[in-house]
């Protein structure tokens, strides 16, 4: 897929103090979730609150050519009727999802436990993402995984297994995505099927599989770790779905509202789950005022109004385990540190450099071509700030990454200069109405 042939820069100035209120779009992981479980239950599936950005779309279109129905009812309104676990049929055309790590790694799974023979292919950002991390524990389920010259690269083709084996599976990086492509699979195999995890990743797949009526077991393991076991088989029952907010979305609105002067900024039904909010932890021990307002429980997970100040921060350390609960975070969490007075040291990001761009290297670079002091020492990034608006007057690349592109704008909307971003269009993969809602608050983009 390569929607976007014609880059579209676009610069953020110093802006006043934003101020309103937003809702930010539905939470991407549990949209992919909710389409492709939907897709795996007998009957009805209602889904409100679908983020309707392109990598979700992309998802919804692959279970469609998988047999599923989908329907949009309204906005944000969806419904699936699934074929039932092990029911996926072989699809005429290659799926491709575009920009989308998590719908193609999540789909993969859910394929290799039906006898059917998938190929899938992504643009040019997913074809350069690591896919042997998922095929490894596929092919240990039975699974075939037909290579193409790119060794363990999309394009590629998948052989589900006919009779999936349930295994036990020690992941070898924190990553909800290979858990849940494993425990997709192991959705069609007999007996238990067990990943084990030495840091907790996000968990939308077992509480949304449990909502199915799946048997799920999730226990602590180790210091941080659990270890998932899931009972193969099962009937999912269909299940209405309401999407929360995305807290990784809310991340770009709640550090404009930090660093420009004077905002104040109450972001309503942003999901808090616990292995989501990293960022809000970290950047409150920087000394951020972000209030919790009306913190409750809706369509299984914890959701909160968040109130965010503009605030002055300080530098801190931020320690590798927590990187899990705030992996798509850290680029954002930079343009932070750079406003704030002292080192942040951001610890263990290995895993940055294999999403949607090196996001380790693109945000050092992004920094410096605006004059914020920082460096890479090994897995850690390092940014130096002395307490005043970033210089600015920098044009950052983006790589076809929506959260870079995102990301260098909150920079440009607090720096003295303005902020270029050589391509937004990637924004639309995950938060397609980014530009009008900063705008509404006061932001100042071009
Ligand atoms: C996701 C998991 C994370 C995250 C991605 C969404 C998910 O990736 O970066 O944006 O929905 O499971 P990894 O599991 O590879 O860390």
Redesign the pocket.
């Known amino acids: 897929m390569n929607a976007h042939s014609n880059p579209k820069p676009q610069q953020a100035r110093r802006s006043s103090a934003l101020k309103g209120r937003i809702r930010v779009p539905g939470d991407k992981?549990i949209s992919?979730r909710a389409l492709l479980f939907g897709a795996l239950a007998v009957g009805e599936t209602t889904v409100t609150g679908l983020l309707e950005g392109e990598d979700v779309i992309a998802t919804s279109k692959a279970v469609q050519a998988l047999g599923a129905t989908v329907v949009r009812k309204g906005e944000g309104d969806w419904s699936v009727r699934g074929v039932g676990v092990g029911g996926f049929l072989q699809p005429k055309n290659t799926l491709d999802f575009g920009n989308a790590?998590?719908g193609v790694r999540l789909t993969m799974g859910a394929v290799a436990g039906c006898p059917i023979r998938v190929a899938f292919d992504g643009d040019a950002s997913l074809r350069k993402r690591p896919m042997g991390r998922i095929l490894d524990p596929l092919k240990q389920m039975g699974a075939r995984a037909v290579e193409e010259a790119s060794g363990t690269r999309l394009p590629l083709v998948i052989e589900g297994a006919r009779d999936p084996i349930p295994i036990t599976y020690r992941t070898p990086v924190a990553?909800?995505?290979?858990k849940?492509a494993v425990l997709l699979a192991g959705l069609c195999a007999p007996g238990e099927t067990t990943v084990i995890e030495d840091e907790a990743?996000?968990d939308h797949t077992e509480r949304l599989l449990t909502h199915f009526g799946a048997e799920v077991v999730s226990l602590p393991e180790g210091q941080h770790g659990r270890r998932i076991t899931l009972i193969g088989q099962p009937e999912l029952r269909p299940a209405p779905i309401v999407v929360p907010g995305d807290p990784s979305s809310a991340a770009f609105p709640i550090v404009a509202a930090l660093l420009v002067p004077g905002s104040e900024v109450v972001l309503e039904g942003v999901m808090i789950n616990p292995l989501r909010i990293g960022l809000i932890t970290t950047l409150r021990e920087m000394g951020a005022d972000i209030e919790t307002l009306d913190s409750r429980y809706e369509g299984g997970e914890d959701i909160a109004d968040l109130r965010v100040r503009a605030s002055t921060l300080k530098g801190v350390d931020v320690p590798a385990e927590r990187a899990p609960s705030m992996?798509?975070e850290y680029l954002v969490l930079a343009v932070a540190a750079a406003f704030a007075t002292g080192e942040t040291r951001m610890r263990g990001l290995k895993?940055l450099r294999v999403?949607e761009s090196d996001r380790l290297a693109a945000t050092a670079d992004g920094l410096k071509a605006n004059g914020v002091d920082c460096e890479i020492d090994g897995d850690d990034l390092i940014v130096r700030g002395n307490g005043r608006a970033a210089p600015g007057g920098g044009t950052v690349a983006t790589h076809m990454d929506h959260r870079l592109a995102m990301s260098f704008l909150v920079l440009g909307l607090a720096s003295e200069k303005p902020v270029t971003v050589d391509d937004s269009t990637f924004i639309a993969t995950s938060f397609p109405a980014f530009t009008e809602l900063m705008r509404g608050l006061g932001a100042e983009l071009s």
């Open positions: 992981s992919h790590g998590t990553s909800a995505q290979i849940s990743s996000r992996i798509d895993e999403k």
